[in-house]
């Protein structure tokens, strides 16, 4: 019952424990290298699966005609923009280039970044809102695709990226990860209540999905690491850069969420970032290398969450997600 209590308590810090091991493993035993290779395209596939799962499972339980902004979504929005706007002021006007250029490109593209989707399982663990996170994700994605093409040209002189070819880029994947397993979850919700009490009563699947996917993207993100071509002082400035940042973002969302009651909500709004969309931007529009910046935030905000979904355990306020 230990055990159990102790993975239950720490289920996303044991997922990226085992995400990292397990590529360790294969990349390092020569003899495991067809099973590696046999691998690698099912772990790109089955990660959009899980994240489809995961929200579809998470919307099933959303009361679909509470989803509208409210003013806290509009302060963390500001705080995102201002943020986006000092960095890439201080990469043009200092005129930066080398290490010092992507080294502040990798935490732009931290900031930058949208809400996670994943996000509202944690907020609905924490007992946050889930409509109101729900909605500032499909919020935080309309900014994203309006900053980065903005924004990138303005720093890296080569991106070849235009407005509208981003925001649609952008307003697919919002529509592939968002909108597909919202409107079936609505469907499941209003027309299929059989099968949508069978969903709903699996106490915790969205979470331990979760978990599974994070396994995989943690994987992914060790490969990256290991493969940079870079010093690895470097790169430890990179990941501990990262980990402040990942604390600023969630104390400053959670400052504007207590001016609203709203410090769960804000605090995940803005911290929790859709990583795997920023690794994604960087290796397409900046020096690759600036992807190893979202690539160990992910690792600090699973950290941070599982501190937070510990406490709130410890103190018999955690809800089923």
């Known amino acids: 019952?230990?055990?159990?209590?102790?993975?239950?308590?720490?289920?996303?810090?044991?997922?990226?424990?085992?995400?990292?091991?397990?590529?360790?493993?294969?990349?390092?035993?020569?003899?495991?290298?067809?099973?590696?290779?046999?691998?690698?395209?099912?772990?790109?596939?089955?990660?959009?699966?899980?994240?489809?799962?995961?929200?579809?499972?998470?919307?099933?339980?959303?009361?679909?005609?509470?989803?509208?902004?409210?003013?806290?979504?509009?302060?963390?929005?500001?705080?995102?923009?201002?943020?986006?706007?000092?960095?890439?002021?201080?990469?043009?006007?200092?005129?930066?280039?080398?290490?010092?250029?992507?080294?502040?490109?990798?935490?732009?593209?931290?900031?930058?970044?949208?809400?996670?989707?994943?996000?509202?399982?944690?907020?609905?663990?924490?007992?946050?809102?889930?409509?109101?996170?729900?909605?500032?994700?499909?919020?935080?994605?309309?900014?994203?695709?309006?900053?980065?093409?903005?924004?990138?040209?303005?720093?890296?002189?080569?991106?070849?990226?235009?407005?509208?070819?981003?925001?649609?880029?952008?307003?697919?994947?919002?529509?592939?990860?968002?909108l597909v397993p919202m409107l079936l979850a609505y469907i499941v919700k209003h027309f299929m209540p059989r099968f949508h009490k069978r969903v709903i009563s699996v106490k915790d699947l969205s979470y331990y999905l979760w978990g599974c996917s994070l396994m995989i993207v943690t994987g992914t993100t060790v490969k990256n690491i290991v493969h940079a071509q870079t010093t690895i002082s470097f790169l430890l400035v990179i990941a501990f850069s990262g980990l402040v940042l990942c604390l600023i973002q969630f104390a400053s969302g959670r400052w504007i969420g207590a001016h609203f009651n709203n410090t769960i909500n804000a605090g995940q709004a803005l911290g929790q970032k859709n990583t795997a969309f920023a690794i994604w931007i960087a290796y397409s529009y900046l020096n690759p290398l600036s992807s190893v910046g979202p690539g160990c935030y992910i690792l600090w905000q699973n950290i941070i969450n599982s501190i937070e979904i510990w406490d709130y355990r410890r103190k018999g306020l955690v809800k089923a997600s």
């Open 1 to 178: 019952m230990n055990l159990i209590r102790f993975i239950k308590d720490w289920t996303l810090p044991i997922a990226i424990g085992m995400g990292a091991i397990i590529y360790l493993i294969f990349a390092f035993i020569p003899a495991l290298d067809p099973i590696a290779t046999w691998f690698s395209p099912i772990g790109s596939d089955i990660l959009p699966l899980f994240m489809f799962c995961i929200l579809f499972v998470t919307f099933c339980k959303v009361d679909f005609r509470k989803l509208r902004p409210v003013a806290w979504h509009f302060w963390v929005g500001v705080f995102q923009v201002v943020f986006v706007a000092a960095l890439v002021g201080i990469i043009v006007g200092f005129n930066l280039s080398g290490d010092n250029k992507i080294f502040v490109e990798a935490l732009l593209t931290c900031i930058i970044g949208p809400c996670a989707a994943a996000a509202a399982v944690v907020t609905a663990k924490l007992g946050g809102n889930l409509e109101e996170m729900t909605t500032y994700t499909f919020i935080s994605n309309f900014i994203c695709a309006v900053l980065i093409p903005v924004c990138f040209p303005m720093i890296e002189k080569g991106a070849d990226i235009s407005f509208m070819a981003a925001f649609a880029k952008i307003l697919y994947e919002v529509c592939v990860v968002l």
